[in-house]
C-alpha cells in the first residue's frame, strides 16, 4: 500500500523560504496534495499537483514532483509568522482512500 | 450551515465503554472518512466509505466499527474502548475520485480521552 514519509520539524526566520519535504512508495496516485493543520483546528488543501506535472506555483507556494525519485516537496516563500503550522504531504492509496504522512511541524521564528 | 460537523468535539470515558462519534456532511460527498491523529504517526485512516451502505477498513481498523446507512452521516462507534484510543478523531468527506483532483474537507475533529 501507499506509504509516506516526511521530516517532524523544520524551523526558519521569518522572511527566509521554507522547503517541506515528502517521499511516497505508490507512483499510481494521480494526485499528491499537500494539507495545512493550525493549532485545534482540522486539516485544509493547500495545494495538490497532478502526477504528470513536475511543479506547480501558486502565489507564494511552489510544489516540485519528482517521479523518478518519489519525492515531492513544498516550497513557501518570503514566510510569515501566519505559516507555522504542521504540513501534511498525501496521496491517494487504493479504493481512493487518501495516506497522510506524519506532518511537519513548521517554525518560523520573527 | 453547511459543512462537515463532528459531535462531540470533547469526550472522556472509561476503558471498556461504548462510544460513539458522529459525522455529518451536508455536500451529498460520495466518500468519507475516518482517521486518528497522534503525535509521531500523523493521521492514520481507520475506515472510510465509498458509498451509502459501503464502508471498507483502513490502516488501523481494529476496535472501531462504522456504518453509512445515509449518505451524510458515518458514525465510528469504539465498542470498548481502550487506552490505546486516545486520540483525536477527523471526519473527512470528499467527492467521487477521479472526477475531481478529490480534495477532502475535515471536519474540526473530535478529541477523545479514555482513562
Known amino acids: 500500500g501507499e506509504d509516506v514519509e516526511q521530516s517532524l520539524f523544520l524551523s526558519v526566520r521569518e522572511g527566509d523560504s521554507s522547503v517541506i519535504n515528502c517521499t511516497y512508495t505508490?507512483?499510481?496516485?494521480?494526485?499528491l496534495y499537500w494539507y495545512k493543520q493550525e493549532p485545534g483546528a482540522g486539516l485544509q488543501l493547500l495545494t495538490y499537483i497532478f502526477s504528470n506535472m513536475d511543479m506547480k506555483q501558486d502565489q507564494r507556494l511552489t510544489v516540485l514532483l519528482n517521479k523518478k525519485d518519489k519525492h515531492l516537496s513544498l516550497r513557501i516563500a518570503d514566510t510569515q509568522t501566519g505559516d507555522s503550522a504542521i504540513y501534511f504531504c498525501?496521496?491517494?492509496?487504493?479504493?481512493?482512500?487518501?495516506?497522510f504522512g506524519q506532518g511537519t511541524e513548521l517554525s518560523v521564528k520573527p | 450551515d453547511a459543512g462537515i460537523t463532528q459531535s462531540p468535539r470533547y469526550k472522556i470515558t472509561e476503558t471498556g465503554r461504548q462510544v460513539t462519534l458522529m459525522c455529518h456532511q451536508t455536500w451529498s460527498h460520495s466518500y468519507m472518512f475516518w482517521y486518528r491523529q497522534d503525535l509521531g504517526h500523523g493521521l492514520r485512516l481507520i475506515y472510510y466509505s465509498a458509498a451509502a451502505d459501503i464502508t471498507d477498513k483502513g490502516e488501523v481498523p481494529d476496535g472501531y466499527v462504522v456504518s453509512r446507512s445515509k449518505t451524510e452521516n458515518f458514525p465510528l462507534t469504539l465498542e470498548s474502548a481502550t487506552r490505546s484510543q486516545t486520540s483525536v478523531y477527523f471526519c473527512?468527506?470528499?467527492?467521487?475520485?477521479?472526477?475531481?483532483?478529490?480534495?477532502?474537507?475535515f471536519g474540526e475533529g473530535s478529541r477523545l480521552t479514555v482513562l
Open positions: 505508490d507512483s499510481s496516485s494521480t494526485y
Open positions: 498525501a496521496g491517494r492509496g487504493q479504493g481512493g482512500k487518501l495516506i
Open positions: 473527512a468527506s470528499s467527492e467521487t475520485s477521479g472526477r475531481t483532483a478529490g480534495e477532502l474537507f
